[in-house]
């Protein structure tokens, strides 16, 4: 049903469209002289968002101000109530038509859209049957709850503020009198492109909706961020009259998604800082073997007074093939520091050998021993990159902590296999685990058990978020009887 929704919201005009061209609705517009300008462009948007509103958040169609105001209209008119169920009908149809049209329909699909489509309509039904007093005195009563909690501002068709709602007041730190009558300008921040409101009023202008996500300034020159959607109004001619602005405070979701790009960029240089650091590993040996075979040819022409040919072209062999093993460590490791596109399906045997042959050296410098068992057959879909990372990542950690702690039969034990269509891989080791104290913390950013101030905190964190961003993806932390023992689940792509 989600991914219905985000298709409804972008295809909002194609639907009204089909809603009001159904031969039904064009009879009643026909029969009651309604104005379709009108239907359309003042009360069809209002009431589609509405519908898409009670799916996400199960609001009420009664505390709707745009249902209420529909329904009087319609009520003026003296439209029957069968009438109205076919009008109602006709919208449900334009759903259903829309479904087939981008290959969503399902029997789950067409059963949730009848259920909010009965929920929406006896709520409709029990509006329509007050008088219009009693209507009018629900729409009073829901103006208020908008007015306290909706950020809503109108303006003229010159953008000149004529009211504004105590919700958009808190939210800027203006009064009401200090807003109205002046440009929606004394709000703009500098940060905002130009380009953006040069689109803005070019869509509003046309008739049409406008939707997007403004930074605005508040009155002490702090910031608000707001998701905004701007809707002409339009008299009984279909002549735009002005513009109706709804806003929801997103502030708290930018500063989230800044603080994540930040985090996302000082993981990028922790990452890149152990890649250095292993390419170093990695070239230790051959570039000694290098320095040896080039000190061997001096030593030779001293020895025997000549370097005959044979023996020349024996070091050169010798020392390409040392710098060919080199330049083949540096494309791994570019190809696998690379941030993936897209999913790849591989067996995650293949994974793990590769994680493991990236840090071969340092496991042999500091005596480690790593043992793998594998007892999964199928193949998986990951971001293939991120989860050679994420392997390392742990690898290193328990190289790190047997190190610090002067492990003795220093050991690293990795299992995959597969269990009720998920994939497991456990990594543990012997380097005596996680303090009670801490552990829950480990996959908070910043927090770092690393004693030498040589850990970032960043690792385990970035670890966590690359496994979740796989579908249903899960690590977790336990404490062993010798060390730590991490266990990743991720699912199986199977048909």
């Known amino acids: 049903m989600d991914k219905f929704i985000e298709k409804i919201e972008k295809n909002k005009i194609a639907i009204i469209r089909t809603w009001i061209s159904s031969p039904r609705v064009i009879k009643i517009i026909r029969n009651y002289s309604i104005n379709e300008d009108l239907l359309v462009k003042r009360y069809s948007f209002g009431f589609l968002e509405h519908y898409i509103l009670l799916i996400r958040v199960d609001e009420k169609t009664q505390n709707c101000p745009v249902i209420i105001d529909f329904l009087k209209y319609l009520k003026k008119q003296n439209l029957r109530v069968n009438e109205l169920f076919t009008l109602f009908s006709a919208f449900k149809e334009s759903l259903i038509d829309f479904a ?19 929920k929406i309509f006896s709520s409709v039904l029990d509006i329509y049957a007050k008088s219009i007093v009693q209507v009018e005195n629900a729409l009073n009563k829901s103006i208020d709850i908008v007015d306290k909690y909706v950020i809503m501002s109108r303006t003229d068709i010159k953008g000149i503020i004529t009211s504004v709602s105590s919700a958009f007041c808190k939210i800027s730190g203006y009064e ?37 996500e403004i930074k605005n300034l508040k009155k002490n020159n702090e910031f608000y961020w707001v998701k905004t959607t701007i ?37 990028k240089s922790a990452a890149l800082g152990e890649m250095i650091s292993m390419i170093a590993h990695q070239w230790r040996q051959p570039l000694q073997a290098v320095s040896i075979l080039i000190q061997k040819l001096p030593l030779l022409k001293m020895i025997k007074g000549e370097v005959s040919d044979e023996m020349l072209d024996d070091v050169v062999f010798e020392v390409r093939k040392q710098l060919d093993y080199m330049s083949k460590t540096i494309d791994d490791f570019r190809d696998y520091f690379k941030p993936n596109k897209k999913k790849e399906e591989v067996y995650i045997k293949n994974v793990i050998d590769k994680s493991i042959d990236f840090l071969s050296y340092l496991f042999k410098l500091n005596s480690i ?34 190190i610090e702690r002067n492990t003795q039969d220093r050991q690293i034990n990795i299992f995959s296999y597969e269990k009720n269509d998920r994939l497991f891989v456990e990594f543990e080791d012997n380097a005596g685990g996680i303090k009670d104290k801490v552990i829950e913390k480990i996959f908070d950013p910043y927090f770092s058990t690393k004693t030498n101030k040589n850990g970032t905190g960043l690792g385990l964190y970035m670890s966590k978020t690359i496994i979740e961003q796989h579908s249903l993806g899960k690590i977790d932390v336990y404490n062993t009887n010798t060390g730590t023992k991490f266990v990743i689940q991720l699912p199986l792509n199977r048909s």
């Not at 087939?100 to 009965?118: A, G």
């Not at 339009?234 to 735009?240: L, T």
């Open 100 to 118: 087939f049209k981008t290959e969503l329909q399902s029997l789950e699909l067409f059963e949730k859209i009848n259920f909010y489509f009965e």
């Open 231 to 267: 809707h002409p109004t339009f008299d009984n001619a279909g002549n735009i009259t002005g513009y109706d602005a709804i806003r929801e405070d997103i502030t708290s979701q930018k500063e989230l998604v800044s603080q994540q790009n930040l985090l996302v960029e000082q993981s």
């Open 176 to 212: 009401a009198y200090e807003l109205i009558g002046k440009s929606h300008n004394i709000i703009r921040h500098k940060d905002m492109p130009k380009e953006l409101f040069e689109n803005l009023w070019k869509t509003i202008k046309s008739g049409n909706m406008w939707q997007g």
């Open 369 to 402: 021993s790593v043992k793998y068992k594998n007892d999964s057959t199928s193949q998986i879909e990951i971001y293939l990159n991120e989860i050679v990372q994420v392997f390392i990542n742990l690898a290193k950690n328990s190289c790190d902590a047997m």
